[in-house]
């Protein structure tokens, strides 16, 4: 092949490129002047480019002053009111009668720990934010379900990996997920080894218990072995509830598994959403109903279950084995039946298989049962002969001037909330107490 002829004032580059030496220093010699112009201009108008459009990074974070707005009078009660009348009607909107609840759970909380959970979509990262909320749900989810117990199962390069045992006392559940180095993310997730690991540790349950695996799942692939309809179907079957909230985008096989196995989906569109549709899931689901032979009508019969309430040692107690762990430790619960001695309660006594829980946790469970009905606005004082002067709970007094504020939805301008049974006046404050902390009318008692 002959070479080509190369000219002395041309570059050897690509075709496409239209580069040429003189050319250039022709045009820098000529303008010279003109080009620092045009240079200078150009950066002034990056920078005026940068102060316009924010980094992506900055874009992840929720500018709380701009959410809140100040009335006329430059005052913040008309934004503070309506967050509150938002959690009132979330409050009016749920079921006021009396539904049938498993107050019994067992729940497996399965964690995506891919690679997919290093993306930074999510500050600092969805793994990291991932294990900050997942201890935050722990902990509420105890709170309001103490009679039940709580697994965790990693999914990393394949397979699933048990990272806590099923346990009733949340300090054990936080201590797995505390340690970050041995849940660092890498490979893809399997859903179907997760799924029948978690299934595989609850399958010796009763029947009155409910049977739950949470999965957070940040990636868009899973890398099973087998058909992972089979594993749907066993869970159908076992009737195993799954729901997954999803940090990257709605998949089929996840929306499957939740719609077949009657569980929740959701997929966080930020952090605050990320929170609050996982939080969604801390109180015990409804039942779903039976048919049964009395009808479709008719009302589903109670199931007896067994229970020991045991016997408190102090610390001054002489130490002794523990039938749980076989260590020697002072404090202690003894089991009813067999006077066996456990570490802590809710718990199955290892020996006779009996379920032992105290009767606070038992009462504290009842409130998803019979929960307090929502208070009424009073949006008008009129017809009101004797008005009560103070809050019945807390015995403030109450304006005897309407807010000025715009009225919204389900907000007293008087600052009164009145319980449906016992006609008492409640202020917002311990309107928001009771329906989210104490569960109990101080009324009524109901």
């Not at 002047?33 to 992506?56: C, I, V």
């Not at 729940?107 to 909320?133: C, E, I, N």
């Not at 762990?325 to 619960?333: A, T």
């Not at 105290?358 to 469970?365: F, G, N, T, V, Y």
Request: charged share 25%; aromatic share 6%; net charge negative.
């Amino acid at each position: 092949m002959a070479p080509r002829n190369r000219d002395d004032n041309f570059m050897d580059v690509d075709s496409d490129s239209d580069i040429s030496l003189l050319g250039d220093v022709e045009h820098r010699g000529k303008g010279k002047g003109k080009g620092k112009t045009t240079d200078k201009r150009k950066k002034d108008k990056g920078k005026a480019k940068a102060k316009e459009q924010a980094y992506t990074w900055e874009a992840s974070y929720t500018r709380s002053w701009d959410t809140v707005q100040e009335d006329e009078a430059g005052s913040l009660q008309g934004a503070v009111e309506d967050l509150m009348a938002r959690g009132r009607r979330r409050r009016l909107l749920a079921p006021a009668a009396a539904i049938r609840r498993t107050i019994i759970r067992h729940l497996v909380l399965l964690l995506d720990l891919s690679a997919a959970m290093m993306d930074r979509d999510m500050r600092p990262t969805r793994f990291d934010l991932m294990l900050q909320y997942a201890r935050e749900f722990v902990v509420e989810w105890f709170d309001q379900n103490p009679l039940g117990q709580i697994g965790v199962v990693g999914m990393r390069a394949g397979v699933g990996e048990r990272i806590g045992e099923m346990s009733g006392n949340p300090q054990d559940v936080l201590k797995c997920l505390s340690d970050r180095t041995r849940l660092e993310p890498t490979g893809e997730p399997s859903l179907q080894n997760a799924i029948e690991m978690a299934r595989s540790s609850m399958s010796h349950l009763p029947t009155h218990s409910s049977r739950e695996i949470l999965i957070i799942f940040g990636s868009l692939t899973t890398c099973d072995p087998g058909n992972i309809h089979d594993t749907l179907d066993a869970c159908v079957k076992n009737k195993i509830r799954i729901s997954v909230v999803a940090l990257a985008a709605e998949m089929k096989i996840a929306r499957d598994l939740c719609d077949k196995t009657g569980g929740q989906f959701g997929v966080a569109m930020n952090e605050g959403h990320f929170k609050d549709i996982l939080f969604e899931l801390v109180p015990p689901p409804a039942q779903r109903a039976v048919a049964r032979a009395g009808g479709p009508g008719a009302n589903p019969a109670a199931d007896l279950m067994m229970m020991g309430f045991p016997t408190r040692l102090p610390d001054s107690s002489p130490p002794s084995l523990c039938a749980c762990h076989s260590d020697m430790k002072n404090e202690g619960f003894l089991c009813p039946r067999c006077m066996a001695k456990v570490c802590d309660v809710p718990t199955d006594c290892d020996i006779c298989g009996l379920m032992i829980v105290s009767s606070p946790h038992l009462a504290r469970s009842y409130h998803h049962l019979f929960p307090v009905k929502p208070y009424e606005a009073v949006t008008s004082m009129e017809g009101e002969s004797e008005p009560t002067v103070a809050c019945h709970a807390c015995a403030r007094i109450f304006s005897t001037s309407a807010s000025t504020a715009a009225a919204s939805e389900g907000i007293s301008p008087w600052g009164r909330y009145r319980c449906p049974d016992c006609h008492n006046d409640f202020c917002t404050e311990c309107d928001v107490f009771v329906h989210d902390v104490v569960h109990c009318c101080p009324g009524c008692g109901k």
